[in-house]
């Protein structure tokens, strides 16, 4: 259901797209993130970090799109949304000296330091390929394909490598269990 939830602006934005144009649906994904902050902040009282950092890019680059009428604006969203999740979680554990996977995740697994480490930094390295990627669909296909790729294959590749990580992590659980 988070998954969904987290999905809901691109989802919106992909509909929007192929009833409408790009521009409907980038104020679209804008209304949507809105939306979301609005939500989160009436559940849960407090809105995460990420969610308002996600709405600052979509609001600049959203806007940017909608007040000149250029697409490339939009088209640059994602991977500068990438860029900054990788910066951050490179930038935490190397200059502050905290791990934002390990606090993330710390309540479902029990790693090594050294293997937090590697999670981070295959985070990072992930969100800064997925960047790349999606400058190369933006700029080289269609704007259809850029928005089927935004949903479809950015969203495939997400799950692929969470789940070769879950993979490559998987010993630390069973090791975990075998000791209790």
């Known amino acids: 259901m988070k998954l969904l939830f987290d999905l809901f602006p691109?989802?919106?934005?992909?509909?929007?797209?192929k009833i409408f144009n790009v521009y409907v649906a980038t104020g679209t994904a804008i209304a949507a993130t809105i939306a979301q902050i609005g939500w989160v902040k009436w559940r849960h009282g407090k809105v995460?970090?990420?969610?308002?950092?996600?709405?600052?890019?979509?609001?600049?680059?959203?806007?940017a799109t909608l007040i000149l009428h250029d697409e490339t604006f939009i088209k640059f969203k994602p991977t500068i949304l990438y860029w900054v999740f990788a910066i951050i979680l490179l930038g935490s554990?190397?200059?502050?000296k905290k791990n934002l996977m390990r606090?993330?995740?710390k309540e479902k697994l029990t790693l090594p330091t050294k293997v937090w480490n590697q999670v981070n930094?295959?985070?990072?390295?992930?969100f800064v390929i997925l960047g790349v990627v999606n400058?190369?669909?933006?700029?080289?296909?269609?704007?259809?394909?850029?928005?089927n790729f935004k949903l479809f294959g950015a969203t495939g590749m997400m799950l692929v490598f969470v789940l070769l990580q879950a993979m490559a992590l998987s010993k630390y659980v069973h090791e975990e269990k075998e000791s209790n």
């Open 10 to 17: 691109v989802i919106l934005f992909f509909v929007a797209f």
């Open 103 to 105: 606090a993330l995740l």
């Open 48 to 63: 995460d970090t990420m969610l308002w950092v996600s709405f600052a890019i979509i609001a600049v680059f959203g806007g």
């Open 135 to 147: 400058l190369y669909v933006a700029f080289n296909f269609s704007t259809d394909a850029w928005v």
């Open 93 to 96: 554990n190397l200059l502050l």
């Open 121 to 126: 930094l295959g985070w990072s390295l992930f």
